[in-house]
């Protein structure tokens, strides 16, 4: 026994050899998929300062933006929201100003895929910290306690690079295949959603995918007509435009022919031809398919559109409209991808449904205090393609308000270290409809690059990072959290009402006009008791709330105000009368407000302004991936 502090001192001397060398990270993050969400991860992730690596299979970054020639925007026009804005602006300043991207009837921002291309690398190549891997794949990805280990291929030589946070931006999350994430493909059921649209049971039907074609007008009296493609056949197309068909048999609204193809008219000579009424729309599901059975049944997609190239040149007369021999590095001047509307939807922290963009407010978990993007397009399916579309439910552009997508549908329920971006994040098929155009994915991207840049700072698996910290650098990126379509950033209540948006202590009012889905905030509407017991409810005693008829002065909103810093142990609830209306005009003019005499009511942006300035409830009371308080309210006497 006299032996045993010998021992000890013996083997406390070996012990440090016999520890495993700590994790040395080659880069700190590391995305697999340089499409629209990769890109934009990668430079948030870079602005951040952490080195970050992009590796892409092909030889362009944007994926649908740039590679799969869907130049044509959709959505978020007036939601002037972080990267989004940033290459929306390049391209005005490319063209001209924003009304010279509207040159076709799909989109107000449509432009060339290959100056996409080019804008987006400059974009990234102004990142001193990220760098680039074109036409690099990966062959295998390791799992450690601390990050990952990652093969890539180029040129048939292999190298290892390790990662602290690895980013699935690829097309069709293939990555959270290979790291082992659940995931769904196809339609959820009725009740695994509580979606009331959805069908009533699941099944593994995917949206059409599109092989777009660019053409070029190479002028009156050229003949551009490709050869005929392998199995032509003019039915499928005969319905694409007027004339051809009896349209009072048709579902579909037919548009004459000069019309159908200005639908994706880009600037100069370019036509897009993505069609989607009897026109390229293709129906197959390679998402589980292996690399080679994906390239022959893409094969069939391309000699689809071949077909309705040929269709379009030899039964509609545009002979001089042939395929661009200057847009894709391509030999058949072929887009270098394939559109993919759907992809694999992991099994995230949360799952983001149709409810949840309906009526936010009303959930049982309260996703908006966790928003990290926005999106204002309506739920677009096509799934005309399909052998027996005629089955499935309609969905084409069902009525929803405009939303703000939650910071945990990026994250695995089960996997550490690792984000997904792109269209395999988690939300119900009805949803994907709607988060898969550009916007949504690029904002998405942007907060991935976010979460996996402080991820890396504080050494931590996205699961630890405080969402409050995502949210708090977006808005420190210019970006939206929540869609307030009456707030531009350059309001001085911008900030303010975001963050008092993400607390719900003031509500906006989602609409659907039309096409045009809206949520508003109505920054120079008076303050009401109404909103204030809605929004405050989670806060303080609704009791405290009781007003009369008319809208709460500066005076009562202030006293409002101190007792909840009396409630959650804040300066200002030690401070007087006057003291708090003093402190409550600095805050107001240093937020670019005035404020009125104390009698009288004040707006939501006034409001947004004093209570974020005087309070800081943003900072109050950390929130969880589901919505959750992770400080509770305090109890009240």
């Known amino acids: 026994m006299k032996a045993f502090p010998w021992l000890c001192l013996i083997w406390a001397f070996f012990l440090p050899a016999c520890q495993p060398e700590p994790f040395q990270p080659d880069v700190e993050v590391l995305i697999l998929g340089g499409g629209a969400s990769g890109t934009m991860a990668g430079i948030q992730a870079a602005r951040m300062g952490a080195n970050t690596l992009i590796v892409e299979e092909g030889p362009w970054l944007g994926g649908m933006l740039s590679a799969a020639g869907v130049s044509a925007i959709d959505g978020n026009y007036q939601l002037h929201s972080g990267l989004w804005q940033e290459f929306r602006q390049k391209l005005e300043q490319h063209y001209g100003g924003q009304d010279s991207l509207k040159t076709g009837w799909v989109s107000h921002v449509m432009y060339e895929p290959q100056l996409g291309a080019r804008l987006l690398k400059e974009m990234a190549a102004a990142e001193a910290q990220l ?6 794949s990966w062959k295998e990805i390791r799992k450690h306690d601390e990050g990952w280990e990652v093969t890539l291929i180029k040129g048939g030589q292999e190298e290892l690079l390790r990662t602290r946070v690895l980013i699935d931006g690829t097309e069709l999350g293939d990555v959270a295949k290979a790291v082992g994430v659940p995931y769904d493909i196809g339609m959820d059921g009725r009740n695994d959603t509580g979606e009331e649209i959805a069908p009533a049971q699941a099944n593994d039907i995917i949206q059409d995918l599109t092989y777009v074609a660019i053409l070029k007008d190479y002028g009156v009296g050229e003949d551009k007509t490709i050869p005929r ?5 003019p039915s499928p197309f005969r319905c694409s435009c007027a004339g051809f068909c009896d349209p009072d048999s048709l579902s579909r609204t037919l548009w004459d022919c000069d019309k159908m193809l200005s639908y994706g008219k880009l600037p100069g000579p370019y036509y897009m031809i993505n069609w989607p009424i009897y026109g390229n729309d293709f129906y197959v599901n390679v998402i589980e398919l292996s690399p080679s059975e994906r390239d022959s049944a893409l094969a069939l997609a391309k000699n689809y559109t071949l077909q309705f190239v040929y269709y379009i040149q030899t039964e509609l007369g545009y002979q001089h409209l042939g395929i661009a021999d200057d847009v894709f590095p391509t030999e058949d001047g072929l887009p270098l991808i394939a559109y993919h509307r759907e992809s694999r939807r992991i099994h995230g922290l949360v799952q983001f449904n149709v409810n949840h963009v309906a009526q936010p407010f009303f959930q049982k978990q309260a996703l908006y205090r966790t928003s990290i993007a926005v999106g204002d397009y309506p739920v677009d399916h096509h799934h005309a393609a399909y052998p027996a579309a005629d089955n499935l439910p309609d969905l084409h552009f069902y009525p929803v308000p405009s939303y703000g997508l939650p910071l945990g549908c990026l994250i695995p329920e089960t996997v550490d270290h690792f984000i997904v971006a792109e269209k395999s994040i988690s939300v119900s098929n009805l949803v994907n409809g709607t988060t898969r155009l550009q916007p949504v994915t690029m904002l998405l991207g942007q907060a991935a690059g976010a979460l996996a840049a402080l991820a890396a700072q504080y050494q931590q698996s ?8 995502v949210q708090e650098a977006l808005l420190a990126s210019k970006a939206y959290l929540l869609p307030y379509l009456d707030v531009p950033r350059e309001h001085p209540a911008f900030r ?3 963050k008092l948006g993400v607390c719900g202590i003031l509500r906006g009012e989602g609409k659907n006009v039309g096409w045009s889905n809206q949520t508003l905030i109505y920054p120079d509407s008076l303050v009401s008791y109404r909103a204030l017991q809605e929004g405050l409810q989670d806060w303080i005693s609704i009791g405290a709330l009781q ?9 009562e909103i202030l006293l409002l105000l101190r007792r909840m810093g009396e409630t959650y142990a804040h300066p200002i609830g030690d ?5 708090l209306m003093q402190a409550a005009r600095r805050v107001c003019e240093e937020g670019g407000m005035k404020l009125g005499p104390p009698t009288q009511p004040i707006s939501r942006a006034q409001f947004a302004v004093l209570v974020d300035g005087l309070l800081d409830p943003f900072h109050l009371r950390e929130v969880g991936f589901q919505g959750q308080w992770l400080k509770p309210q305090p109890d009240l006497p």
């Open 575 to 579: 401070l007087d009368k006057m003291s």
């Open 131 to 136: 760098l680039l891997r074109m036409e690099t």
């Open 496 to 498: 303010s009402l975001q």
């Open 547 to 555: 007003g009369g008829a008319a809208d709460p002065s500066l005076e």
């Open 229 to 233: 493609p392998p199995g032509y056949d």
């Open 462 to 469: 996205p699961q630890q990072v405080s969402v409050r910290a």
